[in-house]
């Protein structure tokens, strides 16, 4: 396997596999099933990651060390399947809207239950624990010590050095028995995707804030600051005076943290909110790791607190697991580091969107346990929106975990399911794996990718700037004569987050992003983010948390406001305008993305279109005292231009453009 995402389809996996590569609707996305009756087992090549090699080899891990590990299933009729989510989610097609129930999907497309039953089979006869089978049929998720997963797989686990962690991945391709491969598509047993992170930032973080605020907190002793630049609770309550920059040395401040009430009314939904539009009888679901234990009482005392609607009895549910059924904490940042994404997706959706439902859905951990949480949702059909703040480093995981998780994707746009997925909040991730790519689930071309913006709200709650999310640092400093500068040359050289996106290495161009995204982005693939919403922490969102102050016991502090930012943000704000459009035009949307596309190309002017303004804002930071002038829209390499770009994709939703999309007309 080569050490980047590569652009053109792999050598599948033996000489006897007929690889039938299918491109419906402008998708390519079919993976050849392994079989090969001359051979007792079948390897899986494209089970391998990129990083699995031998520069990267720290050695062999413990026997008894515990291992996840998961096995896709194919769809049946793939092909069938992958067009017919296209043509539910299209207007003007036969099938537009006439979508599929769950039953109806499991019998069509879903893999045979005797294949499933051969594969539970296998693992349970190598000694290994079967930890989840979705209804859905589509993969199996099991648990062994790292022996037992060599000896099943035919393999030798080593731990890898890559991306500043130590992680465990098959040092050669795992395989099965020939009658057991004719049945599975692929195999995960690689500890990549327990790298998956809120898209959650704070003022002065970067991704993954939780840690980085905590770390700020018990810093070295606070410095005095050179300027005094408090908090602004709209964009200009507060200017301060900086060394030249721009043209101009008078700069606001940055944003205390915008309330629901400033949201909606930058959103154009203020009068639809007075009037009971609000996305009553809707429900939005939300999925991440683990649960917090604190959000219902958070909820209340944050709405309270701010004259907004508490939850109605019933209108907040969620389905968790226990927290003694809770895995892989460490590897995947605990539960306190979910915990602010869990409060912060909640209150956005409720605070955009008072009137609706939420449904809650926490996994057992940040691997297997978000596809669970997923397909309990679209195996019963719980929710028809559906936000995800959350994703891979890059698509820097193997091919055949790419094809089996988009199978979800596929399924739930065959449902008329629409999964928002946050695009990211490391620009291009170059700095995390020296290569340009989107990030994964984001990329997959079954969901919504939701990029970032900045967004100045004025104090008549309207929109005053709103540009791309990219936020370059500069430390502004005071020499001995008491003279202000700053540290580096402008914009400087700290970034302090920025929205993800860009062209797949891995999934080639649908056929709705034809016309509108420019050749000179795609290179003829799948580009990441296809809509936005705020993101910038610098001009974030107040939310209000009790935080986890035990892992082990979860008990909680006090109370606290706080202010985030991230495309973890974008996601639910998203998620919330899509269930007031439902509400009020009684249609459902489902997969969005051919929708978009197409009224963007007979209507682009119903979208905000996001495009570059300069805009900088003064931020002095309540722990280390430091003092940095924030440039907005320098998002890595990534770049927010007029019409469609690979840092806010279409633009911001407006109503208007919610109504033709949910109505359909064009």
Not at 270 to 280: H, I, Q
Request: proline content about 6%; overall charge neutral; charged content about 15%.
């Amino acid at each position: 396997m080569t050490t980047a995402p590569r652009r053109t389809r792999a050598t599948r996996r033996a000489a006897a596999v007929i690889a039938i590569a299918a491109s419906v609707v402008g998708l390519s996305l079919t993976g050849a099933l392994p079989a090969s009756a001359a051979s007792s087992r079948v390897s899986y090549h494209d089970s391998v990651p990129s990083w699995a090699k031998s520069a990267n080899d720290s050695g062999t891990p413990a026997a008894d060390t515990s291992v996840e590990g998961e096995i896709y299933l194919p769809l049946r009729k793939a092909t069938v399947a992958k067009a017919l989510a296209i043509a539910i989610s299209t207007p003007g097609t036969s099938s537009y809207r006439k979508t599929l129930s769950p039953s109806d999907f499991f019998s069509r497309f879903s893999p045979r239950q005797s294949d499933l039953d051969a594969v539970v089979t296998y693992l349970k006869n190598a000694g290994l624990t079967i930890t989840a089978v979705p209804k859905s049929r589509l993969y199996v998720v099991f648990r062994g010590s790292a022996d037992a997963v060599n000896a099943a797989l035919a393999t030798s686990l080593h731990n890898y050095r890559y991306a500043g962690h130590t992680l465990l991945g098959p040092s050669k391709a795992p395989s099965l028995p020939a009658s057991v491969a004719s049945k599975v598509s692929g195999i995960s047993v690689d500890q990549s995707r327990l790298l998956t992170r809120p898209d959650l930032v704070k003022r002065g973080g970067s991704a993954s804030a939780t840690a980085s605020s905590v770390q700020a907190k018990t810093a070295a002793p606070k410095a005095t600051p050179v300027v005094d630049a408090p908090c602004s609770t709209y964009i200009g309550e507060h200017t301060v005076t900086v060394p030249e920059a721009y043209g101009s040395t008078s700069f606001p401040t940055f944003n205390c943290g915008y309330t629901p009430a400033q949201l909606r009314s930058a959103y154009g939904l203020k009068a639809l909110s007075a009037a009971g539009v609000n996305g009553t009888g809707q429900t939005v679901a939300i999925t991440d790791a683990y649960a917090s234990p604190s959000i219902v009482r958070d909820v209340n005392t944050y709405s309270k607190a701010l004259g907004e609607p508490t939850l109605r009895p019933g209108q907040y549910t969620q389905i968790v697991p226990k927290s003694s059924d809770f895995k892989d904490q460490a590897a995947c940042g605990f539960p306190s580091g979910w915990q602010g994404e869990q409060t912060l997706d909640v209150e956005a959706v409720h605070g955009l969107a008072p009137g609706a439902n939420i449904l809650y859905v926490g996994g057992f951990n940040c691997g297997g346990g978000l596809d669970v949480a997923t397909s309990t949702i679209l195996d019963n059909k719980l929710a028809t929106i559906v936000s995800n703040s959350w994703g891979n480093i890059g698509e820097a995981v193997p091919q055949d975990v790419l094809e089996g998780e988009t199978n979800l994707h596929i399924q739930a746009a065959a449902e008329g399911i629409g999964l928002y997925f946050s695009s990211g909040d490391n620009g291009d991730e170059v700095a995390d794996l020296g290569i340009v790519s989107p990030d994964y689930p984001a990329s997959s071309p079954f969901v919504t990718s939701v990029g970032g913006t900045s967004l100045g709200i004025d104090k008549n709650g309207k929109i005053s700037f709103e540009t791309g999310w990219g936020d370059a640092l500069d430390k502004i400093v005071k020499d001995s004569t008491g003279a202000l500068s700053y540290s580096t040359p402008l914009p400087g050289a700290l970034f302090g987050g920025g929205a993800g996106g860009g062209a797949s290495a891995y999934f080639t161009e649908p056929t709705y992003q034809k016309g509108v995204v420019p050749s000179s982005l795609s290179g003829g693939f799948r580009v990441s983010p296809d809509i936005s919403a705020l993101a910038d922490p610098y001009t974030g969102f107040s939310i209000g948390i009790r935080p986890i102050v035990d892992d082990t016991t979860l008990r909680t502090g006090a109370f606290e406001n706080d202010t985030y930012g991230g495309t973890s943000l974008a996601s639910p704000l998203v998620a919330a305008q899509m269930a007031i459009v439902q509400q009020a035009t009684h249609h459902t949307i489902g997969f969005a993305n051919p929708t978009l596309y197409g009224l963007d190309k007979v209507a682009p002017s119903l979208f905000r279109d996001v495009v570059p303004n300069t805009q900088a804002l003064v931020y002095t930071s309540a722990y280390s005292g430091n003092s940095y002038l924030v440039s907005l829209g320098n998002d890595t390499s990534l770049t927010t231009t007029k019409g469609y770009d690979d840092v806010t994709g279409i633009g911001g939703l407006t109503f208007g453009a919610l109504t033709a999309m949910a109505t359909g007309r064009h």
